[in-house]
């Protein structure tokens, strides 16, 4: 299955019906009166948050959803039938926007959340609803309410407690596949990973869920490489991993432009606690480690993000996918930092519900 973050989509409401003008005629009864019944209600177009998918591809081969019109009023006082929704399923961390793509309308970040794109319109009254002391035959009917039709942008960023970031080919996949069970493709060139990805990682009785994305580059904000849009999969994680190539060229220059893309990219990211692990040290011998190791510390101290309070910058770690060493302490602090950002959601959202 293709991965798709982004759609525009085209929905429209079905129109109310119209209302029925209609007399009642019987057989010995002379002045039967107005009997015309309302129009139904037209569906709405409605977007449901579900389990089981993470992608927007079906909104790929399917960009327009319109949902029908109301019944019409008939004779004998009888309304007509609402028209059925149309339901437009999507993955849980949907976002809606309106045609701008700026304007956000919803964000479904919860299985079962429901959100109306566009109401159907109303029904129109039949005659029996003009009937007054002075006029006791009305004939006018409302014709149904015209429904709503819009454009809006539905952006996908995916749910993970932890994320991974780095320049291409630092090792994001491989790691991902060492500590969870997703099989993403791994090569030795860069922007091998195209899309982002995720895994389940188990530590310690504790799991958690690890999002790998594509590699950034120097000006990636600019829209070089694959840009920085699959930023949006990391905005929601509590913790980040950033892994340095040790075979690079400059341990702490890469460190570097990435923190520098992240810092343009906003939306806060630069400041998530942050684990730096200086990968593959396995390739290269120790006086290229040493050598790598201080200039990624010496960057880390000056572009890194400042650690919390009462709390000392941690030393970069040393990682090997391939041989396993520092995977576990690596996992061990994601799941530690998530742990820690659980609790102080929980403490904020007890203190939202108990304000006076």
């Not at 609402?82 to 849980?92: A, G, N």
Request: one cysteine or more; hydrophobic letters at 40%; glycine letters at 12%.
């Amino acid at each position: 299955m293709k991965f798709l973050d982004q759609a525009r989509v085209y929905v429209r409401s079905g129109d109310g019906g119209a209302g029925a003008v209609s007399f009642r005629r019987e057989k010995f009864i002379e002045f039967g009166g107005p009997d015309g019944g309302d129009g139904g209600r037209g569906g709405d177009v409605v977007a449901i948050c579900v389990d089981g998918l993470n992608t927007l591809i079906d909104y790929r081969y399917q960009q327009h959803f319109k949902a029908k019109t109301g019944m019409h009023g008939m004779g004998r006082n009888r309304a007509g039938p609402r028209s059925p929704d149309i339901e437009m399923k999507v993955p849980v961390g949907t976002q809606i926007f309106d045609e701008d793509n700026e304007t956000l309308l919803a964000d479904l970040t919860e299985a079962g959340q429901r959100y109306v794109i566009a109401k159907g319109g109303n029904g129109g009254f039949g005659n029996a609803h003009f009937t007054t002391s002075t006029n006791r035959a009305p004939r006018r009917a409302n014709p149904g309410q015209v429904g709503i039709e819009r454009t809006i942008w539905l952006r996908l960023k995916l749910i993970a407690d932890a994320g991974l970031v780095g320049l291409p080919n630092a090792g994001k996949s491989t790691f991902l596949a060492t500590v969870s069970a997703a099989r993403p493709k791994i090569a030795d060139y860069p922007f091998t990973t195209l899309h982002p990805g995720l895994g389940v990682v188990h530590i310690d009785e504790r799991e958690f869920v690890l999002a790998d994305i594509p590699g950034l580059i120097e000006g990636a904000h600019e829209g070089l490489g694959l840009g920085d849009r699959f930023l949006g999969h990391v905005e929601r994680c509590r913790v980040l991993l950033h892994l340095v190539d040790a075979t690079g060229e400059h341990a702490g220059t890469a460190y570097r432009i990435v923190r520098r893309e992240l810092e343009a990219y906003g939306h806060d990211i630069e400041s998530k606690p942050e684990i730096v692990a200086l990968s593959k040290v396995d390739a290269v011998d120790e006086a290229t480690l040493k050598l790598q190791t201080e200039r990624l510390k010496r960057a880390v101290r000056a572009y890194g993000p400042e650690p919390a309070a009462g709390e000392k910058r941690r030393p970069p770690l040393m990682l090997s996918a391939a041989t396993n060493k520092g995977v576990a302490e690596a996992l061990r602090g994601l799941a530690s930092n998530i742990a820690v950002a659980k609790r102080e959601e929980t403490r904020a959202l007890e203190k939202v519900e108990w304000a006076p």
